[in-house]
């Protein structure tokens, strides 16, 4: 008789399958060496993606290189970044771990990175002022290091807890859990669009911290809706245009 191995699949690529059917594939179009997406995340935390935008290429304007934003007065970076959330301590934080970057390496880089592990990575940019999970994740996903990690966002720790992939906790918790139900063959690419599809597709389109649109979310029928006792469904109408 014959045994035949059934391995179980993740419930992460169920999600990622609606939704890439729903959105479409969000593959990245181009990455950023590491110490501008570095710059760029650190100043984005809790900030509207188009206000962050703004701020990255006011900055990127007013210094000819990112060493010379390492060396600027934090009144200086603050006049170009004042419209971002918690500003003043981005001001004061970002040159200082541009500075560290320098004294550590001896130059302004981070490709070295990519002989680490994501892990040991990850701990060498979680040493530097302003930089969290979210931003670390950032910088090793996100920029031309392309890891192996996955960002996780206000958009897709609440649409992760909602659909019960995680338990309650912070986004740092989240995170754990998430990466440990991405399966072993995805790729840098994949968690990118794992992102892209959970935060602008879900997250923000459909499953809003208030008003979620439940009738048209295609992961309705797999959906818990924990955490939503509280917020207001509103029936989903189709936009205009």
């Not at 191995?5 to 169920?14: H, M, T, V």
């Not at 501008?36 to 006011?58: E, G, M, N, P, Y």
């Not at 840098?188 to 439940?214: N, R, S, V, W």
Request: proline share 7%; aromatic share 4%; glycine share 6%.
């Amino acid at each position: 008789m014959q045994l035949s191995l059934c391995l179980a699949r993740s419930p992460l690529e169920d999600v990622r399958d609606v939704l890439l059917a729903a959105f479409g594939p969000q593959r990245p179009k181009a990455r950023m060496d590491p110490i501008s997406q570095l710059v760029k995340s650190s100043i984005s935390h809790r900030t509207l993606d188009a206000v962050s935008w703004a701020a990255f290429l006011r900055l990127q304007g007013a210094f000819r290189t990112w060493e010379d934003l390492a060396g600027a007065e934090p009144d200086q970076v603050l006049a170009l970044i004042d419209d971002v959330t918690h500003a003043p301590d981005k001001a004061r934080r970002l040159p200082i771990a541009l500075r560290m970057i320098q004294d550590r390496i001896g130059w302004l880089s981070l490709s070295h990175l990519r002989n680490l592990t994501v892990e040991q990575a990850r701990h060498e940019l979680r040493a530097l002022p302003g930089v969290g999970q979210k931003v670390a994740a950032s910088v090793l996903n996100f920029s031309s290091l392309a890891m192996r990690d996955l960002v996780v966002d206000s958009h897709v720790h609440r649409t992760a807890q909602r659909l019960g992939l995680v338990g309650p906790g912070d986004p740092t918790h989240s995170y754990h859990a998430l990466m440990a139900l991405a399966p072993d063959a995805w790729t840098a690419d994949d968690l990118f669009e794992l992102h892209c599809l959970m935060k602008h597709g879900l997250g923000q389109m459909l499953c809003p911290h208030d008003a979620p649109k439940c009738g048209a979310c295609p992961l309705k029928a797999q959906c818990r809706r924990v955490g939503l006792e509280g917020a207001t469904v509103l029936p989903w109408r189709p936009r205009d245009g």
